[in-house]
Structures are given as structure tokens and as C-alpha cells.
């Protein structure tokens, strides 16, 4: 299939491929375009490769490995977590996945964005990859507030130098709040981070960079919404007011 540009009388049904499968729950808008540059998605019958294509839902046909992809009934729940699993809606070496927690969903769900396999915490589950693509994409800022359980007390120049941010990878990190929770024992410390970013490992880097190693780490809120009461390994449908939250955490900017 050749590319479509959209025009006047086409503008209203048309949308870009990757976006699509976002809509369908088929995967977050980023992990959509991992699809499509795998080749396993269709429009036709023919395989796409580029993201960006032009589909009109209507009339093509558009498969994810020859299944087809149509929009799904939104689902959006609130899991808490536990260590030992890994973030990912499958996983090639056998290991336990968050959706191995999940039961009588009725719709195919994936994770919004990613804990750590020894992280445990708040994590969104969910098929709408347009809301998912927003609440992780850095420059809408949806804040994500983490507690970490540290070896040593950090003074307030470590917190000073958190919230300023730190160099990592050559690049700094976006400004931050810190604070002190708790002294728990001798030479332990749970310091609490708020960031906005997602880089790999971001808070247990951060925080080893100003001299203290993350024994450990969870999250507690994101986006406005808490964990609350909601036991480890357990997980919860999220109210209308709760998702309303979650698009109003995540803005409503042009594409």
C-alpha cells in the first residue's frame, strides 16, 4: 500500500497508522511503531513499514499479525505492583508478567510505561494507547512520585542537587522535588522523589549519583492517582473521575 496524503475530502476519516493502533489497544502509539517497523502489521494485505502511513478505518483492513485490529471497549486499571514481575504484556524468557496478575479483564491490556522488575508499585493498565502515549511522553510532564528506601541519610545538598538535577548519560535531569520521609535505621534513609522524565532506571541513578544506592524502590503516584489501600498484587477499575484525571494529567497538546 503507497502512502496516503490526506485531502479535503478524505482529512475527516483519515489517520496515521500508529495512531490507529493506539486507538485499537493494540499497543502504546511508540510500541505501535516498533510493530509496524517489525512487519507485522498489514493495511490490505500488504505489509507497511512506515509508521506515519495514512489509513482510512472505514474501508482498509489493517492486521497486527494477521489479526485484525478494531477498536476495543476502553479498559483502565490501577495495579499495584509487586517485585518479581516483569513490566510487559509477555515476556520471551518465561518470566512472570504484570498481566499474569490480571483476571476477567475481557479486553487485552498493556502497562503505561515501565517498573524495574525489582520496583514495585502504582502501575497503569490499559488499551488506550493515545492516553498511554501521553501519560509517558516526557514533554507533557505527568509526574510520577517515587519512595526510596537509601543507604545513607542524604544531606540537603544531595536533595538540593536532586532537584536541580543531575547529569546522566551527558545529559541533566529535568528539575525534580526531594525530600526526606523517614529515618529508618542506622545509615538508612526512604527519600521521596517526584520526576517527570521516564529514562531507564532513572531514580535509582539519580539518587546513586549523589552518593546513595537505592536498596529499595517504589512507586507510590502517578498522574494524581495513589495506591491507597490497594493491596501488592492486587488491582482495581478505575473510577470516570479517575480517568478523566489521567487526561487531565496528561493535557490535551496537538500531535
Do not use: W
Not at 489509513?55 to 486499571?77: F, M, N
Not at 503505561?112 to 494507547?129: A, E
Amino acid at each position: 500500500m503507497n502512502a496516503r496524503t490526506p485531502t479535503s475530502d478524505l482529512a475527516g476519516r483519515l489517520i496515521r497508522l500508529h495512531k490507529y493502533l493506539a486507538q485499537c489497544g493494540v499497543a502504546s502509539r511508540r510500541h505501535a511503531e516498533k510493530l509496524i517497523a517489525a512487519r507485522r502489521v498489514t493495511v490490505n494485505g500488504k505489509t507497511v513499514e512506515k509508521p506515519a502511513t495514512f489509513v482510512d478505518p472505514s474501508s482498509d483492513e489493517i492486521c497486527v499479525d494477521g489479526r485484525a485490529a478494531r477498536p476495543e471497549r476502553k479498559i483502565y486499571l490501577l495495579l499495584n505492583k509487586p517485585r518479581g514481575y516483569v513490566t510487559t504484556a509477555r515476556d520471551p524468557h518465561g518470566r512472570q508478567t504484570v498481566t499474569d496478575l490480571l483476571r476477567d479483564v475481557g479486553e487485552r491490556v498493556f502497562p503505561v510505561g515501565r517498573l524495574d522488575r525489582d520496583v514495585s508499585g502504582l502501575l497503569i493498565m490499559t488499551n488506550d494507547g493515545e492516553l498511554a502515549y501521553r501519560l509517558t511522553h516526557p514533554r507533557f510532564h505527568v509526574e510520577k512520585t517515587y519512595r526510596a528506601e537509601v543507604k545513607g541519610v542524604p544531606s540537603r545538598a544531595d536533595l538540593r542537587r536532586l532537584e536541580r538535577g543531575v547529569k546522566l548519560d551527558e545529559k541533566v535531569t529535568a528539575p525534580a522535588r526531594a525530600r526526606i520521609v523517614s529515618r529508618d535505621r542506622p545509615n538508612v534513609a526512604t527519600v521521596e522523589l517526584v520526576v517527570h522524565e521516564g529514562r531507564k532506571n532513572q531514580v535509582k541513578r539519580m539518587l546513586a549519583a549523589v552518593g546513595h544506592e537505592v536498596i529499595m524502590l517504589t512507586r507510590t503516584e502517578m498522574a494524581g492517582l495513589k495506591l491507597g489501600r490497594l493491596a501488592v498484587g492486587q488491582y482495581k477499575k478505575l473510577t470516570r473521575q479517575q480517568v478523566q484525571r489521567l487526561h487531565d494529567a496528561a493535557g490535551n497538546a496537538p500531535e
